[in-house]
């Protein structure tokens, strides 16, 4: 009986008997958890003190690459608006933390510059490299201060210094198109349409007799080119020759004047020495009203080789302007031109220098300019 109570006792299980293999199977857990989190200190003390720099570095490369072609971009806009070197300067300052740099600009600038639409556009040139900005005015001096932001940081602040006393280059400018005898229909629509104080050179025939009603009717400002050759037209009862006496020239003048009666303006050209003729010439026009431009001191911006770079041209008529007070541009009109001459009207106006309808060149005093 004994033996068979011990074989019942042998088969019944303990309740401690698989608490050995749990135990193991916690520690393998703890180990490999503990495995784990050594790897992961591991790897973060060596991003920590390997990559992370190296990937700090190359961010704050990219940056410093994206603020390098910004900055051009200012010294660019500063000058578009006439701002001179010497009333910019610039300070850099390390930030601490992290290890960044900001470039302080103080600009000051006349009281005549638009600030918001000079802010305005460093902006744009900040979000087309990926920045943001941030202004601040103060409305008791009106100096605007502009912040821009790269990756969270501010890179580049701009101060703008409204200040008194301070003068762009001044001068005036006059557009002019000639070539309308051979303008196609659309670009002559647009020249009509266009409100820019552009105004029209008409060389006087039958054709361009048509166009000046036109033109006058439009309200734009018309300016005769009077030629005087040596043979004269024949077939062109506008022609006028140095062969022609004094009363068959006045005839024609009178005859240009009675068919162009919207010209206020003119210039003169001869194939040879100004003589008599031009003399009685300027007398006739100038009885009736008409103003002499001087010719001479036109700039054509399609008549050289500059004019595969028409912007080269427009510089040189604002250098001339700046330095004689006023510059008179000749454009021929063809496809593009009046859209050009626009532009460079904003362009100009931006700098400083005014686009002036030719009455107002005329009518202007006190520089080295003048109608002849």
Same mark, same amino acid.
């Given at each position: 009986m004994g033996n068979g109570d011990d074989s019942g006792e042998i088969g019944t299980p303990s309740p401690l008997s698989g608490y050995p293999r749990r135990e193991a199977r916690i520690r393998l857990w703890i180990i490999g958890i503990l495995a784990v989190l050594g790897f992961a200190v591991y790897f973060g003390e060596k991003y920590i003190r390997e990559i992370k720099p190296n990937l700090d570095k190359l961010f704050l490369e990219r940056d410093a690459g994206k603020v390098n072609v910004f900055e051009k971009g200012i010294t660019d806009v500063l000058e578009e608006y006439g701002i001179r070197g010497q009333w910019v300067k610039q300070s850099p300052v390390v930030m601490e933390g992290n290890d960044t740099v900001r470039m302080v600009w103080s600009v000051h600038i006349p009281t005549d510059v638009p600030v918001a639409s000079l802010a305005h556009e460093i902006g744009i040139l900040a979000e087309q490299q990926g920045g943001k900005t941030m202004a601040v005015e103060d409305a008791k001096t009106g100096q605007v201060n502009l912040h821009v932001l790269f990756d969270g940081f501010v890179r580049t602040s701009v101060l703008f210094v409204p200040t008194a006393g301070l003068r762009r280059e001044e001068g005036i400018i006059l557009f002019l198109v000639d070539g309308l005898d051979d303008a196609g229909g659309a670009e002559l629509d647009r020249f009509l349409e266009a409100v820019d104080p552009i105004g029209c050179i008409l060389t006087p025939n039958r054709k361009s007799a048509q166009i000046h009603d036109n033109m006058h009717n439009a309200g734009k400002?018309?300016?005769?080119? /009077?030629?005087?050759?040596?043979?004269?037209?024949?077939?062109?009862?506008?022609?006028?020759?140095?062969?022609?006496?004094?009363?068959?020239?006045?005839?024609?003048?009178?005859? /240009?004047?009675?068919?162009?009666?919207?010209?206020?303006?003119?210039? =003169?050209?001869?194939?040879?020495?100004?003589?008599?003729?031009?003399?009685?010439?300027?007398?006739?026009?100038?009885?009736?009203?008409?103003?002499?431009?001087?010719?001479?001191?036109?700039?054509?911006?399609?008549?050289?080789?500059?004019? =595969?770079?028409?912007?080269?041209?427009?510089?040189?008529?604002?250098?001339?302007?700046?330095?004689? !007070?006023?510059?008179?541009?000749?454009?021929?009109?063809?496809?593009?031109?009046?859209?050009?001459?626009?532009?460079?009207?904003?362009?100009?106006?931006?700098? !400083?220098?005014?686009?002036?309808p030719v009455q107002k060149l005329i009518a202007w005093a006190g520089a080295r300019f003048r109608p002849a």
């Open positions: 400002d018309v300016i005769l080119h /009077i030629h005087v050759s040596v043979e004269g037209d024949k077939g062109n009862r506008f022609s006028l020759s140095e062969t022609f006496d004094a009363k068959e020239l006045e005839s024609r003048v009178k005859r /240009i004047l009675k068919s162009f009666s919207g010209a206020r303006s003119y210039f =003169l050209t001869m194939e040879r020495n100004p003589g008599p003729h031009a003399h009685l010439i300027d007398t006739l026009l100038g009885r009736q009203g008409l103003k002499k431009l001087d010719a001479s001191r036109f700039i054509y911006m399609d008549r050289r080789s500059e004019s =595969l770079n028409p912007l080269s041209r427009i510089n040189d008529l604002a250098t001339t302007a700046v330095r004689d !007070g006023a510059a008179v541009g000749v454009m021929k009109l063809e496809d593009g031109t009046v859209r050009f001459l626009q532009e460079q009207s904003v362009r100009l106006r931006k700098r !400083g220098l005014d686009v002036v």
